[in-house]
């Protein structure tokens, strides 16, 4: 198994200009999960899924868009990047039925300037 | 208020030299209290999940314990590779199923 992967590894953007984020499991995980973390600052939600075509906001989702359409993957879409959303960025999948370990993806680095 | 909160930011541990850190919290209704490892350039790893006041798990020289309202990771003489940051996170009744709060971290840097 892969386990959670996540592309591209980096990305430098312009201010304005839009992008997808990619995320994939292939453990058959109903759960998914997007994190953003910043310096001085604990990992912090941005958007989750329960299940292919269920999406919700997490604590931080202004300024981007998810969609779940099929099990395994988890986009996240920057519509028109700002310098706030410089970051690194976190997919993390796990399977219901008990609060177990949740699995990380390897990060995505995105500075916009 | 932050509602989970990590002690110390950073420490400096000679190896063989023990110590703890420590992850308090002040949410309500806790279902699940988990302990993750960061490398530098890397997610997170998933160490350990503790569920109830009492309970204590172990991996090689890392034990975990929670009481009512803080968790200790105790690490037993530590070497070099144990150098990473130790990531506190929660469930809990008051938000999603799974949605974990984190604390800021515990950079731990273990010197030969």
């Known amino acids: 198994n892969a386990g959670v992967t996540q592309t591209p590894k980096f990305q430098v953007l312009k201010t304005g200009q839009s992008m997808t984020l990619q995320c994939a499991q292939d453990?058959?995980?109903?759960?998914m999960s997007w994190y953003r973390q910043d310096p001085g600052m604990g990992l912090r939600l941005i958007h989750y899924?329960?299940?292919?075509?269920?999406?919700d906001q997490g604590e931080v989702p202004n300024g981007y868009n998810v969609s779940r359409s099929t099990t395994e993957d988890f986009p996240l879409r920057l519509l028109s990047a700002a310098p706030s959303q410089t970051s690194v960025y976190f997919c993390?999948?796990?399977?219901?039925?008990?609060?177990?370990?949740?699995?990380f993806g390897p990060g995505t680095r995105l500075t916009v300037l | 208020e932050d509602q989970v909160t990590q002690s110390p930011e950073a420490l400096r541990l000679q190896e063989g030299e023990s110590s703890s850190l420590n992850c308090s919290y002040t949410?309500?209704?806790?279902?699940?209290l988990f302990w993750y490892r960061q490398d530098p350039g890397k997610g997170p790893e998933f160490l350990f999940t503790?569920?109830?006041a009492g309970e204590e798990k172990e991996k090689e020289r890392l034990k975990a314990t929670l009481t009512k309202k803080e968790s200790f990771l105790h690490i037993t003489a530590p070497k070099p590779e144990d150098s990473a940051t130790y990531l506190c996170?929660?469930?809990?009744?008051?938000?999603?199923?799974?949605?974990?709060?984190f604390g800021k971290g515990t950079k731990l840097s273990v010197i030969p």
């Open positions: 993390a999948s796990t399977a219901f039925g008990t609060y177990n370990e949740q699995f």
């Open positions: 453990m058959n995980h109903e759960y």
């Open positions: 899924s329960v299940g292919a075509g269920i999406t």
């Open positions: 949410v309500s209704g806790l279902r699940g």
């Open positions: 503790l569920y109830s």
């Open positions: 996170a929660v469930t809990y009744s008051g938000a999603g199923s799974y949605q974990l709060t």
